[in-house]
């Protein structure tokens, strides 16, 4: 199932000024994720589990060490570059879902989209299939605001997979939601693995989250605990959608 | 029109950015239509402050905009031109200029008193002169509706010489002439005297004691610059300063002061020099002596008095509030900037380049800018000319003041610029956001 490491992570270091002090966040830290693996990532509040995987997304740059995703080394892009490079490559699910509240559904998982240089049937296409996979079409025209918690999350979901990209982060995905809601979503970040056969890191608190994950890795203080590797690969939850292979999102490449 | 334009650098300017702004935005529009959508969504979705903004910016603009088209105007008949351009004679020491009618005779390529120095530098189509005359409808009662100012020429040289009458009707020329206690009146005096083509009105005079007029109104001047003016025949006028000099046994204390002004047209600057070498050195003249001047400089030198108050609204008054639109701009930008720091750095995470959102904010406000300064101009434009009568401010003999159609590129660019301006400093902070700061804070 694994594959050569889509992720390296190599010696980086990471600290944030803050006045006078300076704060370090991430020490010597080193990590490989290989393709198609769902990785959870753990660790108490403040250890850098968002500041690691801000860099594994190329929203931020390490102090020292290298990041390679795929063969591109994105930790010495420019912010421009790495701009354009996330919009291929990287998925990102947020917490707060951060959906635009001023856009429809649709419209929000076509954001990413307006980057790429598509045809309008093209991006009406891949939106459709976004929002197929989870199962949001009958609410597409709906604002934000008219949306539950898990369906927002949603939204969020096709907006991160809407351009196919090599890696899917999620941070906390689930810490707004009832118990419901985040089975909901988490079954969806399980299916985008095992059915298309997606890369994902996910942050969370929740070890019942964590649970789905092929592997933990714990984030204190800065380094990496490695342990409770469950290596077992669990059998598809239950809905997973059947031919979701054919949903037809396109791939982008890099 | 063209050459009003290129000798403004200003209007020039403003067409520029004119120009680009709406190039950029038509671009902007065909390549990244849905980009456009999120803008005008955003700007949607807090429409109370996006209306003020717009109003604020619109009140502005009509501001601007009518000051400015005093300005303007005057820039142009001051702007001195190289070619074929007017000269005004006038009487050299005293200030109204009065003139004995003889001064005409020899500087009209028509009468036999022409001075044959002159002969090829003017012609017949080059030559017109202007009386004054005020007088009032009502004599006992002097409301300004009742007043009437008019010019008094020979209505032969109106398409040739007066400004922007060129291409008044022949036939009104003709019957002006035909008639002789003829008067055109402007459409906006016709009204306020009530009277209607064809009606006569009995004038008493202000300026010109016991010359009292009856005249036939014969036609209407077109509307505009000439409004509220009224032209006679100077057959008329003169008849009846003779008549006076017949009943009453002696000449009108003004019949040698009778003429204010002669003007006189050159093709260019150094005929212009000859001409005022000959007619200011003529011993023609040496009675009443005079200097010729082009119209230009003449006008500005009736202006004179008016330079100070013209200099601080020009470099004072107009920049002050161009200031204050941009920082009503700058202020409602960066409020919802600020209110959208999050929604920013989302953008960013999904890929989207600090040029594209410093694109996005930079548009959202240009859009508002462009449109209210492009709306406020095109509103001014109509209610000054159509609704108003041009901008009553009484300046030298300027009744009014008319917008030019350049002046809808002065409103738009304004708009457009100072909300490009005013916009910079909060688009550049969203562009420049960071990311894992903005959710260091969330998470
Ligand atoms: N942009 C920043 N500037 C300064 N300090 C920062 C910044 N981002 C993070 N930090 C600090 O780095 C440390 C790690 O933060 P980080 O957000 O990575 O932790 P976390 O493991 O995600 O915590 P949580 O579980 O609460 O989300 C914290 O002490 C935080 O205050
Ligand atoms: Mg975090």
Same mark, same amino acid.
């Given at each position: 199932?694994?594959?050569?490491?889509?992720?390296?992570?190599?010696?980086?270091?990471?600290?944030?000024?803050?006045?006078?002090?300076?704060?370090d966040v991430l020490k010597n830290l080193s990590l490989e994720v290989p393709e198609g693996e769902f990785l959870g990532l753990m660790g108490p509040s403040g250890s850098g589990k968002t500041t690691l995987l801000n860099l594994i997304a190329g929203l931020d740059r390490p102090s020292a060490g290298e990041v390679w995703i795929r063969d591109q080394l994105i930790?010495?892009?420019s912010e421009a570059d790495l701009a354009s490079w996330r919009t291929r490559n990287i998925g990102f699910i947020f917490q707060f879902y951060h959906l635009l509240p001023v856009l429809t559904a649709y419209e929000n998982v076509e954001l990413p989209l307006l980057l790429l240089p598509l045809s309008s049937a093209e991006r009406q296409k891949q939106v459709l299939t976004a929002l197929d996979l989870v199962s949001l079409t009958n609410r597409m025209h709906h604002r934000p605001g008219q949306l539950s918690g898990g369906q927002q999350q949603r939204v969020g979901i096709a907006r991160a997979v809407v351009t196919d990209p090599t890696l899917i982060v999620a941070d906390e995905p689930t810490g707004d939601l009832d118990a419901h809601s985040a089975e909901e979503i988490l079954n969806l970040l399980c299916e985008l693995q095992k059915s298309l056969r997606k890369t994902i890191l996910l942050v969370t608190h929740d070890p019942r989250a964590a649970e789905r994950a092929q592997r933990i890795v714990h984030l204190d203080k800065g380094r990496l605990v490695e342990g409770d590797t469950s290596t077992a690969i669990r059998p598809a939850p239950v809905g997973a959608a059947a031919g979701m292979q054919e949903t037809g999102i396109k791939q982008q490449g890099t | 029109m063209i050459d009003e334009l290129l000798a403004n650098p200003v209007t020039l300017l403003c067409v520029v950015i004119s120009l680009a702004v709406?190039?950029?935005?038509?671009?902007? *529009?065909?390549?990244?239509?849905?980009?456009?959508?999120?803008?005008?969504?955003?700007?949607?979705?807090?429409?109370?402050?996006?209306?003020?903004?717009?109003?604020?910016?619109?009140?502005?603009?009509?501001?601007?905009?009518?000051?400015?088209?005093?300005?303007?105007?005057?820039?142009?008949?001051?702007?001195?031109?190289?070619?074929?351009?007017?000269?005004?004679?006038?009487?050299?020491w005293q200030i109204p200029s009065q003139m004995p009618p003889t001064h005409a005779d020899y500087l009209n390529p028509e009468s036999p008193k022409f001075l044959p120095e002159l002969k090829g530098m003017i012609g017949p189509n080059d030559f017109m002169t202007w009386s004054f005359y005020g007088g009032?409808?009502?004599?006992?009662?002097?409301?300004?509706?009742?007043?009437?100012?008019?010019?008094?020429?020979?209505?032969?040289?109106?398409?040739?010489?007066?400004?922007?009458?060129?291409?008044?009707?022949?036939?009104?020329?003709?019957?002006?002439?035909?008639?002789?206690?003829?008067?055109?009146?402007?459409?906006?005096?016709? *009204?306020?005297?009530n009277k209607k083509v064809g009606e006569r009105i009995k004038v008493t005079s202000l300026n010109y004691k016991g010359i009292n007029l009856e005249l036939e109104i014969v036609g209407e001047l077109p509307a505009?610059?000439?409004?509220?003016?009224?032209?006679?025949?100077?057959?008329?006028?003169?008849?009846? !300063?003779?008549?006076?000099?017949?009943?009453?046994?002696?000449?009108?204390?003004?019949?040698?002061?009778?003429?204010?002004?002669?003007? !006189?047209?050159?093709?260019?600057?150094?005929?212009?020099?000859?001409?005022?070498?000959?007619?200011?050195?003529?011993?023609?003249?040496?009675?009443?002596?005079?200097k010729v001047e082009t119209a230009s400089s003449g006008i500005g030198t009736w202006l004179a008095p008016y330079a100070d108050i013209l200099w601080r609204v020009r470099w004072i008054v107009v920049p002050a509030i161009i200031v204050s639109m941009t920082l009503v701009v700058a202020n409602a930008i960066s409020i919802s900037v600020r209110e959208r720091m999050t929604e920013m750095a989302v953008l960013k995470v999904l890929g989207y380049r600090p040029g594209t959102i410093l694109k996005l904010v930079?548009?959202?406000?240009?859009?508002?800018?462009?449109?209210?300064?492009?709306?406020? *101009?095109?509103?001014?434009?109509?209610?000054?000319?159509?609704?108003?009568?041009?901008?009553?401010?009484?300046?030298?003999?300027?009744?009014a003041f008319f917008v030019p159609a350049w002046g809808i590129a002065w409103g738009f660019a304004l708009g457009a610029g100072t909300s490009a301006v005013g916009s910079f400093l909060p688009a550049w902070s969203?562009?420049?956001?960071?990311?894992?700061?903005?959710?260091?804070k969330v998470t």
């Open positions: 199932m694994t594959g050569q490491p889509i992720v390296r992570v190599r010696g980086i270091h990471k600290y944030f000024t803050r006045g006078e002090e300076k704060i930790s010495k892009m | 709406v190039v950029a935005g038509l671009v902007f *529009a065909v390549t990244s239509p849905r980009m456009l959508l999120l803008v005008i969504k955003n700007l949607r979705r807090n429409l109370g402050r996006t209306t003020i903004t717009c109003l604020a910016t619109m009140v502005l603009v009509a501001m601007v905009t009518m000051i400015w088209t005093v300005i303007y105007t005057l820039d142009m008949v001051t702007t001195e031109k190289s070619k074929d351009f007017k000269l005004v004679v006038t009487e050299r009032t409808l009502d004599p006992t009662k002097f409301t300004r509706e009742n007043l009437l100012f008019m010019f008094v020429m020979n209505p032969k040289h109106i398409r040739s010489m007066m400004d922007d009458l060129d291409t008044l009707d022949p036939a009104l020329v003709k019957k002006l002439g035909d008639t002789r206690t003829g008067v055109l009146l402007g459409p906006e005096r016709l *009204a306020m005297i505009g610059r000439y409004d509220q003016s009224a032209i006679m025949s100077d057959a008329y006028f003169n008849d009846e !300063l003779d008549k006076y000099a017949r009943t009453t046994g002696q000449k009108h204390p003004l019949d040698n002061k009778r003429l204010n002004l002669i003007w !006189l047209r050159v093709r260019d600057r150094e005929t212009f020099s000859k001409v005022g070498e000959i007619v200011e050195n003529s011993p023609y003249f040496a009675d009443r002596p005079v930079l548009g959202e406000s240009m859009l508002v800018g462009g449109l209210a300064g492009l709306g406020s *101009a095109v509103l001014t434009y109509a209610l000054v000319n159509f609704a108003m009568g041009g901008i009553k401010f009484p300046i030298a003999f300027f009744p969203a562009r420049s956001v960071k990311v894992s700061e903005v959710f260091s």
